[in-house]
C-alpha cells in the first residue's frame, strides 16, 4: 500500500479515545532578568492560550490525518471543563463522550514559556479514580459511545489522572473483543497490567522500565528484547510498540521483531510527541497494515512533531511527504 493510500486510508477510519483529558495552558513571555525574591527568572507575560490535551490531543492528531475522532473523558464541572469544551466545538470535535463530575476539578497543566525556552509548569488535578458508582456510570457512558460510533480502533490514552480505572479499563476492553473492534494503549505506570489482552501495547523505555521494574539502559537490546517477552507473558497482548526516545522504536508480535533507528530531527520539544504515536500507530493498525510498517509510520510521526514548540498535532502533508521520500509502503 502506497504511503498516500494509507493516507487515504486514515480519512476513513473513526477512533473513539478513552482516557485522561485534559486542558493545556500556555503563558508566553520573555525573561529579562531574575527574581530578587528567588533566584529564579521573571517571565513578562505576553500573550496566553489554550489547547486541547491529553487523551484529547491524541484526538486533534488523529483529526488532522483526517480520520474521525470521538474522546471520553472526565472533566469537572468547572470554568476549566466550560473552556475545554469550547475547544471542542472550536475544533469540531464532538463532546458528547465528556463526562462531568460535580466537585472534581479539570486536569490544567500551564506552561510557562519564554522564547522558545519551557520555563516551568504548573499542573492543576487530582488524581484518584472515581467512586465506584461513578466508575460504573462513566464505563456505561463509554460502552454507548462504542456501540453509538463502532469505530475502527478504541485507544486508551492514560495520563494516570484517574479516569481509567481497572474496572473501566476491563468494562471496555471486554466490549471491544465482542464487537470485533481493535485497542491499543499509552499506558502509565498505576495501570501498566490492567491493560490485558490487547491488540497493541505502546509504552516508552522508561514505562516499560517502571512497570516491569526491571533495569533498561538505553541501547540495550538484548535486555529490551527479554523484558518485551516478560511484558507479554503477563499481558498476553498480541503486539508491543516500544518508543525509545533518541533511539528510536522497537516492535514484536509473535517471532516478527523490528528495530528502528530515530530519524535525525531538529529536536525543540517533545511535547506530545507519544500522543501523536499513539494516534498514527493506532490508524495503521485499524488499516490492518504489518507491524513493521506501523512501527516506520509511528516513528516518522514522532519525530516529526518534535521540531515545533509547544504540543501539536501531527502535519499530514509533512508526514505524507516524509512517508514517500521514504517509501513507507509495502505490496498489499
Known sequence: ??????????????????????????L???????????????????????????????????????????VAGITGKDAAADT?????????????????????????KTRVISGSQHVVRVDEEEEHHLP???QEAFLHHVIDLLRNTAPAVLIFEDYDKGALSPA???????????????????????????YREVDLFKPNLKELRDGLKVELPPGDL????????????????????????EHGIYAHRNTEETVLPAHRRNITDVSGAGDTVIAVASLC???????????????????????????VPVDPAALLAEAQRLNLGNSR
Open 168 to 194: 473501566v479499563i476491563g468494562g471496555l476492553v471486554a466490549e471491544a473483543q465482542r464487537l470485533g473492534i481493535p485497542v491499543s494503549v499509552d499506558p502509565k505506570r498505576r495501570q501498566f497490567f490492567d
Open 28 to 70: 508566553w513571555g520573555r525573561v529579562e532578568r531574575i527574581s530578587p525574591e528567588a533566584p529564579v527568572p521573571i517571565v513578562q507575560v505576553t500573550r496566553r492560550s489554550a489547547r486541547l490535551g491529553g487523551a484529547a490531543n491524541v484526538a486533534l492528531n488523529l483529526q488532522a490525518l483526517g480520520a474521525k475522532a470521538v
Open 132 to 134: 465506584a458508582d461513578l
Open 285 to 311: 493498525l485499524a488499516l490492518g497494515l504489518p507491524l513493521p510498517l506501523i512501527a516506520a509510520w509511528a516513528n516518522l510521526a514522532g519525530g516529526l512533531v518534535c521540531e515545533h514548540v509547544g504540543v
Open 84 to 108: 475545554l469544551k469550547g475547544l471542542f466545538l472550536q475544533q469540531q470535535l464532538t463532546a458528547e463522550g465528556l463526562f462531568a463530575v460535580p466537585g472534581r476539578p479539570t486536569t490544567v
Open 1 to 26: 500500500m502506497e504511503p498516500a493510500r494509507i493516507i487515504e486510508g486514515f480519512q476513513r477510519t473513526t477512533a473513539l479515545v478513552v482516557g485522561d483529558v485534559m486542558l493545556d495552558a500556555y
Open 222 to 245: 538484548d535486555l529490551l528484547r527479554g523484558a518485551v517477552r516478560m511484558l507479554e507473558a503477563r499481558l498476553a497482548n498480541k503486539a508491543s510498540l516500544i518508543t525509545l526516545s
